[in-house]
């Protein structure tokens, strides 16, 4: 199962449809899944063209986030994110969610009250720990 947090969110949701057949399941914690959100949010900061110019355009960018390829994710999911994340913006998730429930995908969502990009409260660590401790024993066994 891979399970990450920020960027390793976002390959954690990569890693649901590129390589299915070698996990049992994928966690992402504040993991974007669309990066045309993302550049669309860079564009409103000073030098945001430059950092859009990074990321990939087109075709590619649609294969590279996860929002677009729902119907490719082979494992069960767990998303959680805080509902005041500024650096990967809660509809990153919100959005999956819904596509994944559209598509008839198996995941579980857990959005974080006032919780933000670092797992900042204690009980927002907890439930983020102990949601990956029973999600990683149901789909790996003990």
């Known amino acids: 199962c891979f399970v990450g947090g920020s960027y390793g969110g976002y390959a954690a949701l990569m890693s649901s ?3 299915p057949e070698r996990l049992r399941c994928a966690g992402s914690f ?3 899944s669309g990066l045309d959100g ?3 949010r860079w564009r409103n900061f000073r030098f945001g063209e430059l950092s859009v110019a990074r990321i990939q355009e087109g075709e590619a960018r649609r294969t590279s986030s996860p929002i677009h390829n729902v119907d490719r994710i082979g ?3 767990l998303l959680v994110h805080g509902d005041v994340d500024r650096s990967a913006m809660i509809e990153q ?3 999956l969610a819904a596509a994944l429930e559209a598509a008839g995908k198996t995941y579980r969502y857990i959005e974080q009250a006032n919780g933000d990009h670092f797992l900042s409260l204690e009980a927002h660590r907890a439930e983020f720990l102990s949601a990956v401790e029973a999600f990683l ?3 790996l066994g003990p």
């Open 38 to 40: 993302v550049a669309e």
């Open 17 to 19: 449809y590129q390589i």
């Open 30 to 32: 504040a993991g974007v």
């Open 137 to 139: 024993k149901a789909h």
């Open 75 to 77: 494992v069960p999911l």
């Open 93 to 95: 998730s919100r959005d």
